[in-house]
Nanobody, 122 residues
């Protein structure tokens, strides 16, 4: 069993920054796909950034250059640095993990956190 717990969300003004964290516990999935996703009410969950077992990253076009995904394998924490926040970044942000090692840029993940809310005011 894998448990993921996100933190770091909050309310911030446009142009600001946040760093989201996702702490993993239980069975290790640190060598598999990990990613960050977001969802707003009435819309499908979208993939933002993923990191595979080789450490290679992929980003959604709309966030590339502003979002940075990283992970600390020793601490079993996944991070998402969000800079230059925009109003349209307002959403619930989720982390997820999977035992797949590659082809991570999708939403087909087995393990999900409960989410952390990010609200951006203009």
């Amino acid at each position: 069993q894998v448990k993921l717990v996100e933190s770091g969300g909050g309310s911030v003004q446009a142009g600001g920054s946040l760093r989201l964290s996702c702490a993993a516990s239980g069975d290790s999935v640190s060598n598999g796909c990990m990613g960050w996703f977001r969802q707003v009410p009435g819309k499908e969950r979208e993939v933002l950034a993923t990191i595979d077992s080789a450490g290679d990253t992929n980003y959604r076009g709309s966030v590339k250059g502003r979002f940075t995904i990283s992970k600390d394998n020793a601490k079993r924490i996944l991070y998402l640095q969000i800079d230059s926040l925009k109003y349209e970044d307002t959403a619930m942000y989720y982390c997820a993990a999977d035992r797949r090692r590659f082809y991570c840029f999708n939403t087909d993940y087995d393990y999900w956190g409960q989410g952390t809310q990010v609200t951006v005011s203009s």
